[in-house]
């Protein structure tokens, strides 16, 4: 059976990382059954709304590459309460029949429409208790020591006129019976239906709750399968019962576990508990970050120790039978890991481009077609070496900069004396100006026999040359290096460290 799949998240700030685990889930359930996945933006709750979160939900798409088959367009997202159009954006959001508007606040004549049929056909009912009746309610029932659920019978005013102010109110049928459901990830489930309120569905304003416009709107769009944290489990009865009240065919349900830190506790700060965009600034890797979220919470299945994925394999290996009930874990170690695992397979030169923009953060400009040539010539020295994106400027900062001459006791050897390391200076530099060709290999091979004519061993010599041509101890492969910045660059150096440890 083709998925169709949806997220649906509240323009309400950035989206947190287990909301976005929580898309992936549902982007690799459409496609791995070769469905669709879209995107819709659930904007009832004006209240919260916040400027600019629907441009940075569709641009938290667009870095990690998740293409959409559906979703808000150029012209619904201009009218949202602020003009949230974003380049991005398609230019039709619909597709294959689904109806739009993919903006919530843009589809209020179906709500009202259907709420007022669940009135008509007596599965609810109008109601207009005020926030500070409601208030009174339930202090009265916590000194009772009681769960305050708002039961039809509990109104204030019967008689109410669907001219007047009020809200649409679902009514729980029946009261002593029982909703269940199954789940695809927890299995049967059962819920009393005398512990369900009878849930406002529409607001004195005339816009939804969630509760109505979510079964509303998947209905009429067609969505298959409902995938939501554990989180939403509570409302899953009240959802069902709407499905049933209106007689539409329910949608497969899983409620996905809850991601906690390592410490066992839900997501904090300290824990992951940031926006994609936190991510992407810290130096991960849509790639990595996609693979990461997916392995939290499932796996490939029993046997498969499979843990390194593109998109592709994910597509052809996800299924929710693996997904497990348990909470997972953030954690950071392994999300490191698997980032610098999916940075060595990039190529060099779509690295580079990814390396730029942090290089120029910390002071590295390569900001011409011959510095980026280098860079990427640079890129299978360090790949193996970095796991983020930030970690790369202390490996080739001194390619694209001159550098200090390195203090005195930077250019004497481990165990050596001055006037040792100043003779092994002098060789090393008579040997770059000889050597030929100036390649790695040729390189080695010259400087492993200078090392044993001087009868030093490779640290004693390499550390010295390291420290005179990069200004630092830490370095990419030496002989790499010293071929990337050049026979001259490398003779200037190597000459500025001779004066520098005569004059020490």
Not at 13 to 42: M, N, P, Q, V
Not at 209 to 224: I, N, S
């Amino acid at each position: 059976m083709k998925a169709r799949t949806r997220f649906a998240p509240s323009p309400t700030g950035d989206l947190h990382i287990g909301g976005i685990r929580t898309a992936i889930f549902s982007w690799l359930l459409a496609k791995s059954t070769d469905g669709e996945f879209y995107l819709r933006l659930e904007d009832t709750d004006q209240d919260r709304y916040v400027l600019g979160s629907a441009q940075r939900i569709m641009q938290s798409f667009d870095w990690l590459n998740i293409q959409l088959d559906g979703g808000p367009d150029h012209t619904e997202l201009a009218a949202m309460k602020t003009n949230e159009d974003y380049p991005g954006a398609m230019a039709d959001g619909s597709y294959k029949g689904v109806p739009g508007p993919f903006v919530q606040s843009q589809r209020l004549p179906h709500y009202k429409q259907w709420a007022e049929w669940l009135v008509e056909n007596s599965f609810a009912y109008r109601a207009n208790e005020t926030p500070e009746e409601l208030q009174r309610m339930r202090e009265e029932a916590q000194a009772k020591r009681q769960t305050f659920v708002f039961r039809e019978e509990m109104r204030l005013q019967t008689d109410i006129k669907p001219d007047e102010p009020h809200v649409i109110r679902m009514r729980v049928l029946p009261r002593d019976g029982r909703t269940e459901f199954e789940d695809m990830v927890k299995g049967k489930l059962s819920f009393d239906n005398n512990t369900v309120d009878d849930q406002v569905l529409l607001k004195m304003d005339g816009f939804p709750t969630y509760h109505l416009a979510v079964v509303v709107d998947d209905h009429l769009q067609g969505v298959t399968h409902v995938l939501r944290g554990d989180d939403w489990l509570p409302s899953a009865p009240k959802h069902i019962l709407l499905y049933t009240y209106f007689g539409w065919e329910q949608p497969r349900w899983g409620h996905v576990p809850n991601v906690l830190g390592t410490n066992g506790k839900k997501l904090g700060k300290r824990h992951g508990a940031q926006s994609v965009f936190e991510f992407r600034d810290l130096g991960y890797i849509p790639e990595a970050l996609i693979n990461f979220l997916a392995l939290l919470g499932w796996a490939p299945g029993a046997g498969d120790e499979q843990n390194v994925f593109t998109r592709e394999e994910l597509f052809a290996k996800f299924s929710m039978k693996h997904v497990g009930s348990s909470p997972a874990t953030f954690d950071y170690a392994k999300l490191d890991w698997l980032n610098g695992v999916h940075i060595q397979r990039l190529e060099a030169s779509d690295l580079a481009n990814r390396l730029i923009p942090f290089l120029a953060n910390d002071g590295v400009q390569v900001d011409t077609d011959d510095k980026r040539a280098k860079l990427i010539q640079i890129i299978p020295q360090i790949n193996t070496r970095i796991k983020k994106l930030t970690e790369a400027a202390p490996y080739v900062d001194f390619f694209f900069a001159d550098i200090p001459t390195p203090p005195a006791d930077m250019l004497i050897g481990p165990k050596m004396e001055k006037h040792l390391s100043l003779h092994a200076l002098r060789q090393t530099k008579a040997l770059v100006e000889t050597v030929d060709p100036f390649d790695d290999a040729t390189l080695e091979t010259a400087m492993k026999t200078l090392t044993d004519e001087l009868q030093l061993t490779p640290a004693q010599l390499f550390t010295i040359v390291r420290n005179a041509v990069a200004g630092k101890s830490v370095t990419p492969p030496l002989f790499a290096t010293m071929v990337i910045l050049g026979r001259d660059v490398c003779l200037e150096r190597l000459a500025r460290a001779e004066t520098q440890l005569l004059a020490g």
